[in-house]
């Protein structure tokens, strides 16, 4: 009867694995197909996505292989990124699929005019916003108008999670402090 395999004993030897070449290559390609076929089977048969998701999977696991806690097999931990990359690729196409349509909306707007009391609450937001440090101002709109998350304005603003939060607390009151009317019910 065969021993069950626990978490110390899967952190160690995906850590073998990773402090071995010719076991490295073994066990990427015995995983790359597995990580491969679930991708595919998850982008709707998509080969492309398929290929980037599956490489920007591996290239995080052998960047943080150590953070691998073990409660799993090695390659379910790899699906689990695998899905969240996936997940992380399509919100990205969302946010792009919306920043288009910002795009046309506004294309569409200056073709056929706004009422004027459009027109000029936009400009007073604008002017508002102008008002705001730079930091505040990008930490806003990254989280308002193009709808990211605190941790992804954290990361692109290369500050902590808390500290990005803090700043768009304090963005948010001094932006209704300059432009009340942003906020009446």
């Given at each position: ?15 073998e ?30 080969i ?5 998701i ?9 960047r ?34 919306r ?6 909306v ?8 706004a ?6 609450e ?27 998350s605190?941790?992804?304005v ?25 432009y ?6």
């Open positions: 009867m065969g021993s069950v395999a626990t978490a110390e004993d899967r952190r160690r030897e995906l850590a694995v990773f402090n071995d070449a010719g076991a490295f290559r073994g066990w990427y390609d015995h995983a790359v197909e597995r990580v491969y076929g679930y991708i595919y089977g998850r982008s709707g048969g998509n492309e996505i398929a290929e980037d599956t490489q920007q999977t591996f290239m995080q696991a052998v943080h292989w150590q953070d691998f806690d073990g409660r799993s097999d090695a390659v379910t931990w790899l699906c689990s990124i695998a899905r969240n990359r996936l997940t992380d690729h399509y919100r990205q196409q969302e946010r792009q699929r920043r288009h349509l910002q795009l046309v506004a294309e569409i707007g200056a073709e056929h005019p009422p004027d009391g459009a027109v000029g936009r400009d007073a937001v604008v002017a508002a916003l102008r008002q705001l440090p730079d930091v505040e101002r990008t930490a806003l709109v990254l989280r308002y108008l193009d709808d990211l605190v941790r992804e954290a990361s692109m603003l290369k500050r902590s999670v808390d500290a990005t939060d803090a700043l768009i607390r304090r963005a948010k009151e001094r932006f209704r402090g300059i009340p009317e942003a906020f009446d019910e």
